[in-house]
């Protein structure tokens, strides 16, 4: 006891000494770190965010709520960090077993390549499976190899939910392009620049896609057409979009992504749907890109036919569909990847959360922004008195 008072200052300057040594390669480290960072910036394909602990069982999917009282076409495009491509929600087993059975039942309406977009589906599959989706939701999605594969080779991702083994290098684009379709919830679009216009600029076409849940479309009819010819039943496209939507495809940067969403009211609940969700104005029918339901503008018993399909609407059997849509740019092949996916919402949801004014005030609206036949093309003509309505009450 009677050595305390001078071995204290002692074994205090000892403790000093020991911290020291230990902070002085600390603070080293972190600034050689920082000096890393400096000199090899981190390659935004591969720093992905990853979602620790993520349960997509109990993750309740997005509510999307894009409506203004006064719809005004524009690109209404909003910056997006490349770790949210992908949304993933507990619907995922139940919208999987589904595009498997779209995608069997309707193989060249949901999944095709054109031969120069070869590559660029090898790249968006190479890099889904073995970049973006292991590192996203390592819950759901794991690399692993197989047992005959040389040691140390990691050649397929076991989806966990599904308990399947993806091969990470695909036999075929269109075999890329249909287990792309089976996996993740997100419909694809690939366009490359395969025309120019008249100043040089590329113009980006529809070359390859994986697309499930069609609202009123025939993709195929769409493929390798340029942006302008697939928006061409779209009123407005032509006067409000097509330049913009050129210049900002033909300028869209690496690394980079960007969002928007769209919505509508269909009067079923159809994921996949080749027509009947739009009325064109050039009349056009069932054969050429329409269905039973397509009204001809320039018939003449056109309020009558109104008539009968307003009489056919039942509100409990209509959803609002809102489709949260991406796009970025691939940094090998550069082509452009549009990806959607697809919400549904009962109106009885919209109206329980308080949003039942809004999305009336929203459907009144269609008519009464930058273009007034978007109601048209829509169909409200049809759904909108019921649906306003419903959402009054
Ligand atoms: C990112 C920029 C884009 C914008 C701003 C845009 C805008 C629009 C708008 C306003 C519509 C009308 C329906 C709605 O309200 O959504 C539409 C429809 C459509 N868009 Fe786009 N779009 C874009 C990109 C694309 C791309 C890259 C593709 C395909 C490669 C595409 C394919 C379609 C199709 C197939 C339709 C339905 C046309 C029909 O009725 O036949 N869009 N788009």
């Known amino acids: 006891m009677s050595a305390l008072p001078w071995l204290t200052p002692i074994a205090a300057l000892l403790l000093y000494l020991l911290w020291r040594l230990i902070q002085v390669p600390r603070t080293r480290q972190k600034v050689d770190l920082l000096q890393d960072e400096k000199t090899t910036p981190t390659d935004p394909y591969t720093a992905i965010d990853l979602l620790y602990n993520f349960d997509y069982t109990t993750e309740e999917p997005i509510k999307i709520r894009p409506f203004k009282p006064k719809y005004h076409l524009t690109m209404a495009l909003e910056n997006c960090p490349l770790s949210e491509l992908i949304a993933m929600d507990k619907t995922y087993l139940d919208r999987m077993k589904l595009r498997t059975s779209i995608l069997d039942a309707h193989t060249k309406e949901t999944y095709q390549c054109n031969e120069p977009c070869t590559e660029a589906v090898y790249e968006i599959y190479e890099w889904t499976f073995g970049t973006y989706l292991p590192r996203r939701f390592p819950t759901m999605y794991r690399l692993c190899s197989n047992p005959d594969a040389p040691s140390g080779q990691v050649n397929f991702l076991h989806n966990i939910p599904a308990n399947e083994y993806i091969p990470l290098t695909p036999p075929s684009a269109s075999s890329a392009l249909y287990t792309l379709g089976r996996h993740i919830d997100t419909d694809i679009l690939l366009l490359l620049p395969s025309s120019s216009a008249v100043d040089g600029m590329p113009i980006y076409h529809l070359q390859a896609y994986v697309c499930c849940f069609p609202s009123g479309f025939k993709t195929h009819e ?3 057409l340029p942006l302008a010819s697939i928006h061409a039943p779209v009123p407005g496209y032509k006067a409000k979009l097509e330049k913009s939507m050129d210049r900002f495809f033909a300028k869209m940067e690496l690394g980079k992504a960007v969002r928007r969403a769209n919505w509508s009211v269909t009067t079923d609940d159809k994921l996949f749907s080749m027509g009947g969700s739009h009325m064109y104005e050039d009349g ?13 503008v320039e018939a003449e018993d056109l309020e009558e036919s ?6 056919e609407v039942r509100v409990e059997e209509c959803r609002l569909r809102c489709e949260r849509q991406t796009l970025h740019r691939l940094p090998r092949t550069k082509a452009l990847v549009f990806a959607f996916k697809t919400f ?5 949801e919209v109206k329980s959360e308080g949003s039942g004014e809004e999305l009336a005030d929203a459907v009144e609206g269609l ?27």
């Open 306 to 311: 109104i008539e009968v399909q307003r009489k």
């Open 367 to 393: 008519g009464l922004g930058s273009v007034p036949d978007m109601a048209f093309y829509k169909r409200q003509v049809v759904w909108g008195d019921r649906v306003v309505e419903f959402l009054r009450s």
């Open 344 to 348: 549904q919402y009962t109106l009885d």
């Open 222 to 224: 769409k493929l390798g």
């Open 284 to 296: 056009r029918t069932e054969a050429s890109g329409g269905n039973q339901k397509t009204l001809d």
